[in-house]
């Protein structure tokens, strides 16, 4: 592209800004200057880019009018501080928290509806869904209008990093506590996380779910186009650093064509078809990878009109900060 932005990357020092500055360099986004943003705690401290070091600020401190787009990826209640001062200065944004109502900033998957910028107008706000809602937007739209989506039930295997590095650093030192025979002491869990398996991300409300299952329906039902849709969500944290795992069973319409279907994932934007015979790991497929992949893809047991899928997927790079970087060359290149 000749025209180039100003951009802004709040939350920059975390796991999922440092690699939106990563993916803004490997694909050559079309940046002029670049303002790396953060607390206060982590402002003076320094991120590469091209290679320099690009000194991170106060976002408290940030005049927003110096930016033509700003990605916010530093948790809800930043974004509640800041998406609105933003907006009063001119800058779009695309929000990585989930702390924006989806009907003012509506979430985009490009793989899965493009559209959704469509009718939308200046500054644009968007929400780069839930990296969940990412990885099974991009398998699930290819097949929403060939079977009839009538239910989706899916159980997420969700890593560490999902809670940012604090998960990550707790799984390791739980890990290497068992490993030298040393008594486990849980900190940021409420219990043992390394080789065990817990059944819940966060605290369930007062009917059982917990916030990100909540979230990943709704992102769900609006990426596909069907607020109709029933969606029963169960996120699990899963003893793994990156890289999260997907159990899907769709009830649909009509009876399966399992041979369409396995076409259809075959040539779908951004997806990863891992054939019969085989099947597709987080740590073995996904990690550091920019697609989502998909395999076991079989009829129900008892129902022909059942699909069950397993799907791998990056949760960082891919869930979160890819398709953050992919919804603003989709907004630069067609709205602003």
């Known amino acids: 592209m000749s025209q180039s932005f ?3 990357v709040i939350g920059a ?70 998406a609105e001062r933003a907006q009063a200065a001119g800058c779009s944004l695309i929000d990585l928290s989930g702390a924006l109502a989806l009907d003012k900033a509506p979430c985009l998957v490009p793989e899965a509806n493009a559209d959704a910028l469509q009718g939308l107008t200046r500054p644009y706000s968007l929400t780069s869904p839930s990296a969940s809602a990412v990885a099974l937007a991009c398998v ?31 799984l ?62 169960t996120c699990a944290l899963a003893p793994v650093f990156f890289g999260d795992s997907f159990s899907v069973s769709l009830q649909v319409e009509s009876d399966v064509d399992l041979p369409a279907v396995l076409e259809l994932l075959r040539t779908a934007p ?20 920019d697609a989502v992949y998909v395999g076991r893809v079989r009829r129900g047991i008892d129902g022909p009109r059942e699909l069950n899928l397993w799907i791998a997927s990056d949760n960082v ?11 603003a060359e989709l907004l630069i290149k067609h709205y602003l």
Do not use: W
């Not at 009839?148 to 707790?170: D, I, M, N, P």
């Not at 869990?189 to 979230?215: C, K, M, T, W, Y």
């Open 172 to 233: 390791a030192r739980q890990t290497a506590e068992l490993l030298n025979a040393r008594p486990l002491e849980s900190r940021f869990f409420d219990r043992q996380i390394a080789f065990n398996l817990l059944a819940q991300s966060g605290d369930p409300d007062s009917e059982g779910h917990v916030a990100l299952e909540r979230r990943m329906a709704a992102e769900i039902k609006q990426l596909l186009g069907q607020p109709g849709l029933s969606v029963a969500a």
């Open 13 to 82: 020092t975390g796991t999922v800004g440092e690699t939106l500055v990563q993916l803004l360099e490997e694909r050559d986004f079309p940046v002029d200057s670049l303002y790396l943003l953060a607390s206060s705690e982590s402002a003076g401290s320094s991120v590469p880019f091209k290679g320099r070091n690009l000194r991170v600020r106060d976002v408290a401190d940030f005049d927003f009018s110096q930016v033509t787009l700003a990605f916010f990826a530093a948790g809800e209640a930043v974004t509640r501080s800041f």
């Open 6 to 8: 100003d951009i802004a």
């Open 317 to 327: 790079r891919k869930g979160a900060a890819l398709n953050a970087v992919q919804s």
């Open 140 to 170: 699930l739209a290819p097949l929403a209008n060939q079977l009839g989506l009538r239910h989706v039930t899916v159980t997420a295997c969700l890593a560490v990093s999902s809670l940012g590095r604090q998960g990550v650093k707790e």
């Open 270 to 289: 951004g997806v990863e078809l891992v054939e019969e015979g085989d099947y597709p790991t987080a740590v073995g497929d996904a990690v550091g990878q």
